[in-house]
């Protein structure tokens, strides 16, 4: 959480910088950068977006809790019973709860994981802006554009598949700066990055976020 914050905000603004075509900002001191600059916001940033992921979660440990509740309230007499399916409806009846626990998370946690998806880039490209507030704008400026951005996500999928099942992993190496950098292009193009020079910190109003 310490050392990861920083790093991540940086490692986002090192992706503008190479979007922007800026060879001074290419380096690893961009990485560090937030070490000094800024530090207490980025661990900020990264605890609360970490709470609201872990939140999301909640189904799934409700849906273990309760499955395994009622598989191990039942084990006395399943064991003394000894037959196969005696055992075998309460354990399947386990899985499914918890399996529809972890199901109902996904679907929680992949639109929400979107929404907040910009709030690194935001907190990079405007140092002043703090951690709820990097938050919140992510969350206007990916109104309508959450399904456009997994869209774009998985158009790496077969270059996901390359890089785990023909390179061993190696590929990732390769893959990942491509896919974050795709993302800084996504988030230019949808904050309107082009006139950020005229105000101070990103706009607060949804509408300038949506495209034409």
Request: proline share 5%; hydrophobic share 45%; glycine share 8%.
């Amino acid at each position: 959480m310490f050392v990861s914050s920083p790093v991540k905000v940086g490692y986002r603004k090192f992706c503008l910088n190479v979007l922007d075509g800026k060879k001074e900002g290419i380096g690893l001191d961009v990485l560090f950068d937030r070490f000094s600059k800024g530090y207490l916001k980025t661990v900020g940033l990264n605890f609360v977006h970490t709470l609201i992921m872990g939140l999301t979660s909640i189904p799934t440990y409700v849906g273990l809790f309760i499955g395994g509740a009622q598989f191990f309230g039942a084990l006395p007499a399943l064991l003394a019973n000894e037959t196969p399916e005696a055992i075998i409806i309460p354990f399947l009846s386990f899985f499914a709860i918890t399996y529809l626990g972890a199901i109902v998370t996904v679907c929680i946690s992949i639109p929400v994981s979107y929404m907040y998806s910009m709030a690194h880039f935001i907190m990079a490209d405007y140092p002043g802006v703090g951690a709820i507030e990097a938050l919140r704008l992510s969350r206007q400026m990916m109104r309508g554009n959450k399904w456009r951005l997994f869209c774009l996500d998985f158009s790496f999928i077969g270059w996901i598949l390359l890089a785990a099942c023909c390179t061993c992993g190696i590929g990732y190496y390769f893959l990942t700066p491509y896919q974050y950098v795709s993302h800084a292009a996504f988030y230019e193009e949808i904050s309107n990055r082009g006139t950020h020079e005229e105000v101070e910190f990103p706009s607060v109003n949804p509408e300038d976020y949506y495209l034409e």
